[in-house]
């Protein structure tokens, strides 16, 4: 029997109702090597991000997984959150008891090198928040750069912004360090709002996944039930896009997502556009590719993909 074949990463995220289900995937799928679970601030503040990424782990029975805070503001511009989405506490809606993970005592950037000087080369980060983690541990210890195998991140767009007309939420939040991450010269797969919004959590796949009847299928549906409701208010969407977990999706089954190599640069100087990822998706600036970009999702795969793997859970 052939061993299967695990993708080792650090998922970096600022959970978040779409963060919760990523750390969800990541703990459990059998392709995936989850190394540790780094935590900044985004949708809410770094209390609060830090306090659900521990909540979601202790819910799921995730206790033998390293879980750091790190950067709890920007590099540079003012902080902005997400609490129209995401509610007061970064993850309103399912009800938490006693946590058994503990945060450890390390800064989350610390971690971060730690981890990846201390490998073979072979570690994947996965941010599904702002990049201010990453590219403070690129900028603070430069020789991880070669010591990371890719950056595949669910942040940015090619067409329409979502806190912003220009811009991604992720990207916005800290455009200074998405600059540092898009120059570092590693591998980057960009998973932005035009694939995520492929990725819809209609009532069909929300009727699916109930069926399932676990603990983690229950906290997906109480997840969804809260993010279905604002992002209708704020979007106007009928099923809302899941985006972070399609960055897990990717490393399962890189089948699952198409993407298009694109010069991908951070507008830093406009205030119309800061934040906004300038995807050059006709090559006319003839610079070369910096990013694989995501256009186009097998929502089929996609969710049966995250169906299999809320079965694993007991």
């Not at 299967?4 to 959970?15: A, W």
């Not at 609060?48 to 950067?71: E, Q």
């Not at 006709?282 to 995250?306: I, Q, R």
């Amino acid at each position: 029997m052939n061993e299967i074949k695990k993708t080792k990463i650090i998922l970096d995220v600022d959970p978040g109702h779409d963060d919760a289900v990523a750390i969800m995937l990541a703990a459990k799928h059998p392709k995936i090597d989850l190394q540790a679970i780094t935590v900044v601030a985004g949708n809410q503040t770094l209390e609060k991000t830090a306090k659900n990424a521990i909540n979601v782990c202790s819910y799921l029975g995730i206790n033998k997984v390293p879980v750091a805070a790190g950067m709890s503001r920007p590099m540079v511009r003012e902080q902005v959150i997400a609490d129209d989405i995401h509610g007061e506490t970064g993850l309103d809606g399912p009800i938490f008891g006693e946590t058994t993970v503990q945060l450890e005592q390390k800064h989350a950037v610390d971690l971060l090198i730690e981890l990846l000087m201390g490998s073979n080369g072979d570690i994947t980060l996965v941010p599904t928040a702002p990049l201010t983690n990453i590219g403070m541990a690129i900028r603070r210890e430069p020789r991880i750069i070669p010591k990371i195998k890719q950056i595949v991140l669910m942040g940015g767009s090619y067409q329409l912004g979502n806190i912003s007309p220009a811009a991604e939420f992720n990207i916005y939040a800290d455009p200074e360090a998405a600059h540092v991450v898009f120059t570092c010269g590693r591998p980057i797969v960009m998973i932005g709002l035009d694939l995520t919004r492929q990725a819809l959590v209609t009532k069909e796949v929300m009727d699916r996944i109930r069926t399932i009847g676990n603990n983690a299928s229950r906290l997906f549906i109480s997840l969804m039930e809260f993010f279905s409701h604002t992002q209708k208010e704020v979007f106007g969407w009928e099923a809302p896009p899941l985006h972070d977990p399609t960055t897990i999706a990717y490393l399962i089954d890189q089948s699952i997502i198409q993407t298009k190599p694109m010069n991908v640069q951070i507008e830093l100087r406009s205030d119309a556009s800061y934040g906004r990822t300038l995807c050059d998706y006709f090559g006319m600036l003839h610079k070369p590719a910096n990013a694989e970009v995501a256009v186009k999702l097998d929502s089929n795969k996609f969710w049966n993909t995250v169906y299999e793997t809320i079965k694993l859970y007991s």
